[in-house]
Each structure stands twice: as structure tokens, then as C-alpha cells.
């Protein structure tokens, strides 16, 4: 039990979870409000406004350079990966979800014969460049406040 307190008594891993859970608990609701369905695959899904994945590295990034100094080893590692996974988020991810909606469009369309498929592609993986900001920019912000 103690080891279970000291895990989550680190701040450097319960803001970022916490911030986390936030931004996908309000990212449910919002769908519910938007689209009058619970979509509880909100919660673990990915894309959407604003980016939970910038929230979380660039908090814990703050968190590391308030704490350790913004010269330290540890917070420039902490800022690359930030770094990577906003680029990822907004690059590779996004692309790679454009990509499955064009395949989903082909699979569905009339006349093309032999295409069997399982399942639908998932089509929102990634962010736009201002759902990545905005999410960075909260991140900023709880790594401040905490």
C-alpha cells in the first residue's frame, strides 16, 4: 500500500495522469453534449481538441524544469520528448488518419467488388496543429499551477 501512496504521491506522475484524465473526461462529455450519445471509447481515444498527449508531456516538462532547473540534463530530455510526441501528434498520426478515412472511403464505395474487412479504420488519431497547442499550452499552465 505505501509503495502504491509514494507512486502516486509523485507529482511528476500524478499531475501528468490526472491532467490526463481530465482533458479525456471532458473530452466524453463534450462528445455527449455535441452528439447526444455516450461514447465511453472517448476516454482511451485518440485526437480531438485539445491534445491530451501535449497536456501531459509538456506538464511534466514544467514540472521537471521548475523543479530541477531549466539548464538540467533531465529537462531538456523531458522537452525533446515533448517535443517528438507534439510533432507525432500533429505529423504522423494526423496523416496517418487522413489515410484511413481516404481507405474507408474506397472500402464503401459501390461497385468495388473483393474487399473484405473486418472492421472500420480508425480515422481520428492524431491533432491539428491547434488542438496540439492548446493542449500544450494547458499543460504549461497545470505544470505551473502544481
Partial sequence: MEDVQSFFGNKYIA????????????????????????????????????????AVVTSLATLIGRSEGFNSPIFALALIFACIVMYDAAGVRRAAGKQAQLLNKIINTPGLSGLQVQEKLVEVLGHTPTQVFVGALIGIIAGIIF
Fill in 15 to 54: 499531475i501528468p495522469i490526472l491532467l490526463w484524465l481530465a482533458i479525456q473526461s471532458f473530452k466524453v462529455a463534450w462528445d455527449l453534449i455535441t452528439t447526444k450519445k455516450f461514447n465511453f471509447k472517448r476516454i482511451l481515444g485518440a485526437g480531438g481538441m485539445p491534445s491530451s498527449h501535449s
